[in-house]
C-alpha cells in the first residue's frame, strides 16, 4: 500500500506539499495540485478520510438537507450538488426532512448536531426561520436554495420575474381573461407562490387587465393541478382562454383536465407554466425555464468560499428564467397579437 511520502516522491514536491494538495489547500498552485493528484492517480493512493481530518481540521463532508428527494426540482438539485462535491473531492450526507414528518424533527433536533460536515445546504427550507437558525448554531457555513433569507448565502430563481414573463407572453398573443392557477395558504413554500402571483397580477395591471385577475388555489403537483383545474373550466361562462400555472406539474394537471373535458389546447385554451420540468416537453409546454442543476453547483461554489472565508459575507444570486415557446399557448380565437413592453422580457 502506498503512503502520501510516495506519492510526494513520485511528484516530485515534499510531503507537506502533497498533503496540501490533496487537502485542496489554496496554498499550493494548480498546476502542483494537478501533478500531484495524478501521481495518487498513478500509485492508487487514497487518503484517509480521518487522516485528513486531523490534518486540516476538516472532514471534507457536506450536509445537505431538502424536503423531499423524489420530486423533480429536489431531485436535480441534488444531482448539481453531488457532482459538484465530487469534482472537489467531498463527500455528502443527505437528510431527507420531510415537512411535518417526525423524521425532520429528528433531524433538527438529534442528527444535524453531530458536526460531522464542514458545511451544510438547505435546500427548500423556508420559510421556517426557526430551522435556518438551528442550521447557523452548529457555527459551520450554510447556504440556501431557494428562500429570502439574508443570514445566509442564496440561490434562487427570480419568481416575480418568471411570472411576470408567462403573462406577457399570453397578454402578447391577444388573451385577457388570464388565470392564475396554484398556490395555497398551507403550502410548504410561501414566498415562491406569492411571489410568482404577484409577478402575474403586476402583469395584468400594466397591462390594463385588473379586472380580470383571478386565482384558483391548488397545491404544486400535477394531481391538485388537475383537480383544480376540472373546478376552473367547467363553466364555460366562467372560463378563461389562458391559464398561468404556479409550475410545470400544475400546467400538466390543467392540460390533462382540458383535455378530459375536451378542451382543445391550444386553441380553446393557453396553458404556460414555469420550471421546464423533465416532463414539458412531452406535454408541449410553454414554460420559463429554470435549472435546478445548474442552481445545486452554484450552492456548493458558495459554500466552498465560505468554508475558505467563515467571514465572507452572504450573497445573493438570482437566477433569471428563459421564456421556451412550445404548443401549449397560441392566439385565442379571433384575437390580434399586441406588443408587450420591451421591460417584460429583459
Not at 91 to 119: C, H, I, M, Q, W
Not at 172 to 184: D, E, K, P
Not at 307 to 323: C, G, K, M, N
Request: overall charge negative; glycine content about 6%.
Amino acid at each position: 500500500m502506498h503512503t502520501i511520502a510516495d506519492v510526494a516522491r513520485e511528484a516530485g514536491v515534499s510531503k507537506a506539499t502533497a498533503s496540501r494538495a490533496l487537502t485542496g489547500s489554496p496554498q499550493v498552485s494548480p498546476a502542483t495540485r494537478a501533478r500531484v493528484h495524478e501521481a495518487a492517480q498513478r500509485l492508487g493512493y487514497v487518503a484517509s478520510t480521518s487522516a485528513v481530518s486531523l490534518a486540516t481540521g476538516r472532514t471534507r463532508n457536506v450536509g445537505v438537507v431538502m424536503p423531499h428527494v423524489n420530486r423533480w426540482f429536489f431531485a436535480e438539485v441534488l444531482e448539481g450538488i453531488q457532482e459538484a462535491l465530487l469534482e472537489r473531492g467531498f463527500d455528502l450526507t443527505l437528510y431527507d426532512a420531510t415537512p411535518g414528518s417526525e423524521n425532520r424533527r429528528r433531524v433538527f433536533a438529534e442528527f444535524l448536531s453531530r458536526k460531522r460536515f464542514d458545511g451544510l445546504i438547505a435546500v427548500g427550507l423556508e420559510p421556517a426561520e426557526s430551522e435556518i437558525d438551528t442550521l447557523l448554531a452548529l457555527r459551520q457555513p450554510v447556504v440556501s436554495v431557494i428562500g429570502t433569507q439574508r443570514t445566509t448565502s442564496v440561490v434562487t430563481l427570480d419568481d416575480t420575474h418568471a411570472a411576470s414573463l408567462a403573462t406577457a407572453h399570453l397578454v402578447s398573443l391577444g388573451h385577457r381573461r388570464v388565470a392564475f392557477l396554484g398556490g395555497t395558504s398551507s403550502t410548504h413554500w410561501p414566498h415562491v407562490e406569492s411571489a410568482r402571483f404577484e409577478g402575474y397580477t403586476n402583469e395584468m395591471r400594466d397591462a390594463g387587465l385588473a379586472e380580470h385577475i383571478t386565482r384558483t388555489p391548488a397545491e404544486l403537483t400535477m394531481s391538485a393541478g388537475y383537480a383544480a383545474a376540472v373546478d376552473l373550466l367547467s363553466d364555460p361562462s366562467q372560463r378563461p382562454t389562458a391559464i398561468v400555472a404556479a409550475c410545470d406539474e400544475v400546467a400538466i394537471g390543467a392540460i390533462i383536465a382540458a383535455r378530459r373535458l375536451g378542451i382543445l389546447v391550444p386553441s380553446d385554451l393557453s396553458v404556460i407554466g414555469i420550471d421546464d420540468h423533465v416532463n414539458a416537453e412531452m406535454f408541449a409546454l410553454t414554460t420559463l425555464r429554470q435549472v435546478p442543476r445548474d442552481q445545486g453547483a452554484t450552492a456548493v461554489e458558495l459554500l466552498m468560499r465560505h468554508i475558505e472565508d467563515p467571514t465572507a459575507t452572504p450573497e445573493s444570486v438570482v437566477i433569471r428564467p428563459r421564456l421556451v415557446v412550445r404548443n401549449s399557448t397560441s392566439a385565442p380565437a379571433g384575437a390580434t397579437p399586441v406588443a408587450v413592453r420591451d421591460a417584460a422580457w429583459s
